[in-house]
């Protein structure tokens, strides 16, 4: 085995950004591009997002396990996945996710199985 130390840079996000809503543990939600707007963080999983139906428009999981986001409430249409630490500036640029996003499913684990991993690293 190598000796390769990784080392994740663990540094907040500016307070005067948007992102530095996002507490740890959540899946955070905004209705704008960039982490911008209406802002949403969920601890659980939620079937149906009430006002937030069709609102979202960026994502960021600070959670070490996997959530899936829906098309559809109830965990049902398209399904894509968001890994531990990973973000979405611009849902609009994933499969056309832009105010679509109907429910939310926190996972037990890393893993995405099956479904589509969207969004890059950001951190957690
Ligand atoms: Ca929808």
């Known amino acids: 085995m190598g000796a ?3 080392a994740f840079a663990t540094a ?3 307070a005067s950004a948007s992102p530095g809503q996002c507490a740890d543990n959540r899946l955070c939600a905004w ?3 960039d982490y911008g707007g209406i802002f949403t963080a969920y601890t659980a999983s939620a079937p149906a997002l009430g006002g937030d139906n069709d609102r979202f428009d960026s994502v960021w999981n600070r959670n070490s396990v996997s959530w899936y986001v829906y098309v ?3 965990y049902r249409g398209a399904r894509y996945c968001v890994r531990p630490g990973y973000s979405v500036s611009k ?3 994933w499969f056309g996710l832009h ?3 109907s429910s939310v499913q926190k996972l037990g684990g890393s893993s ?3 479904a589509t991993p969207i ?3 950001k951190g957690s």
């Open 99 to 101: 105010d679509r996003i």
């Open 112 to 114: 995405c199985g099956t």
């Open 72 to 74: 559809d409430p109830n």
């Open 4 to 6: 390769a130390v990784i």
């Open 31 to 33: 209705s704008d591009a």
């Open 12 to 14: 907040q996000a500016p």
């Open 119 to 121: 969004g890059s690293y």
């Open 91 to 93: 849902l609009g640029d």
